[in-house]
């Protein structure tokens, strides 16, 4: 088995929309801990019913072990209003995001890590090349370059839920 492959998809179905099968796909997998890096957050993937219940299944499911890190590059589009956003600021000690340390370079379109063991990746969503499911080795590499890059990444404040006394 290559490395990395394709993921199979249904006759005319768009990159985009297999990314967000997949993604879903793969959260659902998860048992304790999915891992996401994404230039932007696209709602058309992860504010997708399908994705965000997999990650509240996730985290009520193992809720003392789940954690869900979410390394977002420009968080301007999800502060304005995105449900996965919504679901990480009402389930906030278990869905925690994060933006790259300032400098740092460019990584995927879109990643994600489920469990150490299972991944899926897609390098360029403006070009929607098709995502690549990743086999455990390889999503073993991918979680420690997503975990040098979350130990130096900052905290995402504009998307935390701020309360007002009362």
Do not use: N
């Amino acid at each position: 088995m290559p490395p990395t492959r394709p993921d199979r998809s249904e006759p005319g179905e768009s990159p985009a929309v297999r990314l967000a099968r997949d993604a879903a796909k793969l959260a659902r997998s998860a048992r304790r801990h999915l891992d996401l890096y994404s230039h932007e957050l696209p709602a058309d993937v992860y504010a997708t019913e399908a994705f965000c219940e997999a990650i509240k299944q996730l985290v009520i499911g193992a809720p003392r072990h789940a954690r869900v890190r979410i390394l977002i590059a420009d968080t301007r589009p999800a502060a304005r209003g995105h449900a996965l956003v919504t679901l990480g600021q009402t389930l906030s000690s278990a869905i925690e995001f994060r933006t790259p340390a300032p400098g740092a370079t460019s990584w995927f379109g879109e990643c994600l890590i489920a469990d150490a063991a299972r991944g899926l990746t897609q390098h360029e969503r403006r070009a929607l090349t098709p995502p690549q499911s990743l086999g455990p080795p390889e999503a073993r590499k991918l979680h420690g370059e997503f975990e040098a890059r979350w130990q130096a990444a900052q905290t995402a404040s504009d998307l935390r839920r701020l309360y007002l006394g009362g």
